[in-house]
């Protein structure tokens, strides 16, 4: 085989059961320059361990390490590749066929262009295509637009030493991006969908924002002044636009506490509109109860005079009688 234009870098814990189907969308290519390679990052999973012990599949090799977690799984993998871009790939997502060819021909275009990303679409729990807000600078200090699974070059990831083992509570991807963006590097998207992204349904409430994750505020701390320390310059180059930021998000949670108020208000003025009128319904109740037991005493009453005294009347004399009482109703 020709040595490899992109490598392609699986990491894999425990998705042995997920593992071929990515590895079939990466065979599937329509670009054929590639080499994968799986790194069975310490995986406790005996059906994964017995998938990955004899893996054999074309252009595929299978490196097993202890435990290391998602970045050093990465920079395990990418240490071996010999492309000379780099794609991840987690162990359970897919590409399309055609994800190769379009980024290697928008990446070879331009010797400034490091990161090649495209329109992603959920599988699994969740499906769609994701609606996530395109790439834009300094937004992405905040909220990550890129997907994991973008193109970018080998010599990029040496120049900024790989991705960064003290993103240990996620977002090493954001961390990775924007080492490649303080190199100067430009972000091309493909407006296509060519990456799969599997939400499973006890992931279906992680966010992609450091701010609105979901996670503790310890977690959430953690990690945004760990960003801020791998990257002091680009976050004190924008430290106004980060200001105006929270400013603007502490005057959309004022707005919301407003919203909140009034809804509060509008649904007590309701409940004391409800219970004026149940308490009307009762009253009516009461008096339609009364009228029935005052026309079911004059119908007994009736009923009496029918059966006992008035039967000793004159028949002319009983109707004038019953007249009466039908008329007092």
Not at 17 to 44: M, P
Not at 152 to 180: P, Q
Request: net charge neutral; proline share 3%; charged share 30%.
């Amino acid at each position: 085989m020709d040595k490899p234009i992109v490598s392609i870098i699986i990491p894999c814990y425990n998705h042995g059961k997920y593992i071929d189907e990515a590895v079939d969308s990466v065979l599937k290519q329509t670009f054929q320059t590639f080499e994968i390679i799986i790194i069975n990052d310490g995986s406790n999973d005996e059906f994964t361990n017995k998938k990955l012990e004899n893996y054999s599949r074309p252009n595929t090799q299978v490196i097993t390490t202890a435990n290391q977690g998602l970045s050093l799984a990465r920079n395990t993998g990418i240490k071996m590749a010999q492309g000379k871009y780099i794609l991840p790939l987690d162990a359970d997502d897919k590409i399309h066929p055609e994800y190769l060819s379009k980024a290697i021909n928008i990446i070879d275009s331009s010797e400034n262009i490091g990161i090649v990303y495209a329109k992603t679409e959920f599988i699994d729990a969740l499906t769609g295509v994701w609606d996530l807000p395109l790439f834009s600078f300094p937004e992405i200090l905040l909220k990550n637009s890129i997907v994991c699974t973008s193109f970018f070059r080998k010599s990029d990831w040496t120049k900024v030493g790989g991705y960064n083992k003290n993103m240990i509570y996620g977002y090493e991807d954001l961390d990775f991006w924007l080492s490649i963006i303080e190199l100067g590097r430009e972000t091309v998207f493909i407006p296509e969908v060519m990456f799969y992204y599997r939400k499973k349904f006890n992931e279906l409430k992680q966010k992609y924002s450091i701010l609105d994750a979901n996670s503790s505020l310890e977690k959430i701390s953690y990690t945004f002044s760990t960003l801020v320390r791998n990257h002091p310059k680009l976050y004190s180059d924008n430290a106004e636009f980060l200001v105006n930021k929270f400013y603007d998000m502490e005057f959309q949670k004022e707005d919301m506490r407003r919203i909140v108020v009034e809804r509060d208000m509008l649904i007590i003025d309701l409940q004391k509109e409800i219970l004026e009128k149940e308490n009307k319904i009762k009253n009516n109740m009461v008096k339609l109860k009364d009228a029935e037991q005052q026309l079911k005493s004059k119908d007994d009453l009736i009923k009496y005079l029918d059966k006992r005294t008035l039967k000793k009347l004159p028949s002319s004399i009983l109707t004038k009688i019953k007249k009466s009482i039908s008329s007092s109703n």
